[in-house]
């Protein structure tokens, strides 16, 4: 007996007691094609970028923790920018901002910077800051040096990573499928509909290899999906080696 989600009044199958949705995804389903290859190596390559910006900013944090000292940053000069940047929050001015640094050998040196803000500055207001005594150029507002910000954007972005890794492993799995896999038929067990920011349409299929059942979902267009039917056999190809990576293949 077959399962099919919304049945009409005239269909007369009932749920098999032992029987669960499938959690296990067809192999495909993140990274099928060659568009979906250059998407992931761009990705790639944004993480790494991101995560060079964040080694440093990581770098810079630590050091001025542990041995930076503190200044008063005078606002000198304030501009506003015009024509005025695009973007969502843009800044609206920007401040030029002066501070006294101390160096270990006794002298001291004059930084200069400039600052973007939404906000107006007036001239001569103090942000306090923290430098690098041996490097003054080394600093930052001591409002940009929160750690526990830092540390929730690091795992936000090692979140990204790991799906990027799950892309790639689907993307060589189905790679692989298609070099060494073997085929068995299966059948439809399940059709349903899913609606996020737009519909999905999935189905679940059921294979035998050695005497052991596997259930697997796929997705596909809406056109395959009016074409088929709980009850169908397709052709599912797996790998021998991990029958639980596989792919009905119509």
């Not at 007996?1 to 269909?11: C, Q």
């Not at 040196?109 to 500055?121: A, L, P, Y």
Request: charged share 20%; with cysteine.
């Amino acid at each position: 007996m077959y399962y099919k989600l919304n049945p009409p009044a005239d269909f007369t199958e009932q749920v098999p007691p032992n029987y669960k949705r499938p959690t296990q995804s067809a192999v495909g389903s993140f990274g099928g094609s060659g568009k979906d290859l250059l998407f992931f190596f761009v990705f790639c390559a944004a993480i790494a970028w991101c995560g060079g910006l964040e080694g440093y900013e990581f770098w810079l944090i630590s050091t001025l923790k542990s041995s930076g000292l503190t200044a008063q940053a005078k606002a000198i000069r304030v501009v506003e920018i015009n024509p005025p940047q695009t973007g969502k929050n843009p800044d609206l001015y920007r401040v030029t901002y002066q501070f006294v640094a101390q160096l270990p050998d006794g002298r001291t040196q004059v930084v200069v910077f400039t600052k973007g803000t939404r906000n107006i500055v007036a001239v001569g207001s103090l942000m306090p800051i923290i430098y690098d005594p041996r490097d003054p150029k080394n600093y930052l507002p001591q409002s940009d040096t929160n750690f526990n910000k830092f540390c929730c954007f690091c795992w936000l972005q090692l979140l990204f990573l790991f799906g990027a890794l799950l892309f790639l492993d689907d993307f060589l799995s189905l790679r692989k499928l298609k070099q060494t896999g073997l085929t068995a038929p299966g059948v439809i067990v399940e059709l349903w509909q899913e609606k996020h920011k737009n519909i999905s349409y999935l189905f679940a299929y059921q294979f035998t290899v050695s005497g052991n059942s596997f259930g697997v979902r796929q997705s596909v267009d809406k056109r395959k999906y009016d074409t088929l039917q709980v009850g169908d056999t397709v052709t599912v190809r797996y790998l021998p080696t991990d029958p639980t990576k596989s792919r009905a293949e119509f």
